[in-house]
């Protein structure tokens, strides 16, 4: 239950949330909110991942 959950929620970051990587964005350069958005990615595909 839980890892559909998070694999609906990586889909809809997916779609509804910009790509960093493919701006190139520099992450010493990034902004708290583009860090935080970065790790929020990362933990719901892990989460759906794992």
Request: hydrophobic share 45%; no cysteine; proline share 2%.
């Amino acid at each position: 239950m839980e890892k559909a959950f998070f694999t609906g929620m990586a889909r809809l970051n997916k779609w509804l949330l910009p790509s960093l990587s493919k701006k190139q964005l520099d992450l010493s350069k990034a902004s708290k909110w583009q860090l935080a958005l970065i790790g929020w990615r990362y933990y719901v595909t892990s989460r759906a991942l794992g």
